[in-house]
């Protein structure tokens, strides 16, 4: 079958920071081993904030205390996102210009701050015909549950959709799962990986 539907993943992807990391942005701000940031950011209690059993204040929390530092640093962590991270807007217009030939959605393992930070300083109007985040259905990827969603929203078969993301271990969830994927790594290995499988299914 050809190709009828794109789903973006967020944060690395579409979502950006100068240091390129999310896990770099962090540390450099805190001042601590990105190795630490990593251990915090892979943790279950990270899934757990994404699945919406938590909000994103308490996984601020867990990551203050997980790193050995004051509560009182809470404000600098809760201006994270809005002061360290961007849309790449040409990432966004690339993504605009496939809507007119392709579904597309935005399919993200995010907390409760994402469709406010959406609605404001990360507009992303008129690129995504569907917008799932794990916190509002309370599902993450990889769980083939929430590939089911976002194939239900758009109304496309496994094999007619292409998962973009830059986490391996959704990728391998998305391939088992029967979706297409490009493994995003920088936006000009994305995109051209993107095309060719555009191109082999038509």
């Keep these: 079958m050809s190709i009828k539907a794109l789903i973006w993943d967020l944060e690395g992807v579409l979502l950006v920071s100068p240091d ?11 001042n601590v081993p990105v ?3 990593g251990d915090v950011f892979h943790s279950l209690f990270n899934d757990r904030v994404d699945i919406g059993e938590f909000k994103q204040r308490d996984f601020w929390l867990y990551t203050l205390d997980a790193l050995g530092l004051p509560s009182e ?9 809005q002061e360290d991270f961007f849309i790449d807007q040409d990432m966004l217009e690339r993504i605009r210009q496939y809507r007119k030939k392709f579904k597309t959605a935005m399919l993200s393992n995010y907390s409760e701050v994402l469709r406010p930070m959406l609605e404001t300083c990360w507009n992303v109007d008129g690129a995504f015909d ?3 985040i794990s916190w509002e259905v309370k599902m993450i990827k990889p769980d083939p549950a929430i590939f089911d969603l976002t194939l239900g929203k758009l109304n496309v078969a496994k094999d007619e959709a292409v998962l973009i993301d830059d986490r391996i271990v959704n990728i391998r969830g998305a391939e ?3 979706l297409h994927t490009v493994h995003f790594r920088n ?3 994305g995109l ?3 095309e060719e499988i ?5």
Excluded: C, M, V, W
């Design 73 to 81: 640093r809470l404000p600098e962590l809760e201006s994270f996102f």
């Design 35 to 37: 190795e630490a940031i």
């Design 192 to 194: 051209n990986d993107l």
């Design 20 to 30: 390129k990391n999310i896990k770099t942005s962090l540390a450099k701000r805190l």
């Design 130 to 132: 569907e917008i799932i």
């Design 198 to 202: 555009i191109a082999r299914y038509g």
């Design 187 to 189: 936006k000009q290995q």
């Design 176 to 178: 088992k799962y029967g």
